[in-house]
């Protein structure tokens, strides 16, 4: 049985900082590709920040410079690390493996930045 559990979300300040870990088990994990994806009331989920086994990464424009995701395969984890937090990071944030292209899902992590 495959399980993805995300921790780590919460209420923060504009320009704060917050880091998500997502763990993993059931799955190869150091093969799969692991990305952030978020979603914010009324908008569809987006992709945040990926992975690959590899260690390349890619992110969203608008978080570029402000966030950053890592791995960790010998505890099969997954971070984001999010700085100079804003207003429009609010979102719930979910884990994502995706592995000989099947879709894994965390439950997700509510992400407040508010004042």
């Known amino acids: 049985q495959v399980q993805v559990v995300e921790s780590g979300g919460g209420l923060v300040q504009p320009g704060g900082s917050l880091r998500l870990s997502c763990a993993v088990s059931g799955i190869i994990f150091s093969v799969a590709t692991m990305a952030w994806y978020r979603q914010a009331p009324g908008e569809q989920r987006e992709l945040v920040a990926a992975?690959?086994?590899?260690?390349?990464?890619n992110y969203q424009d608008s978080v570029k410079g402000r966030f950053t995701i890592s791995r960790d395969n010998a505890k099969k984890t997954v971070a984001l690390q999010m700085n100079s937090l804003r207003p429009e990071d609010t979102a719930v944030y979910y884990c994502?493996?995706?592995?000989?292209?099947?879709?894994?899902w965390g439950q997700g992590t509510q992400v407040t930045v508010s004042s």
């Open positions: 994502n493996a995706t592995l000989f292209r099947r879709d894994f």
């Open positions: 992975i690959t086994s590899g260690g390349d990464t």
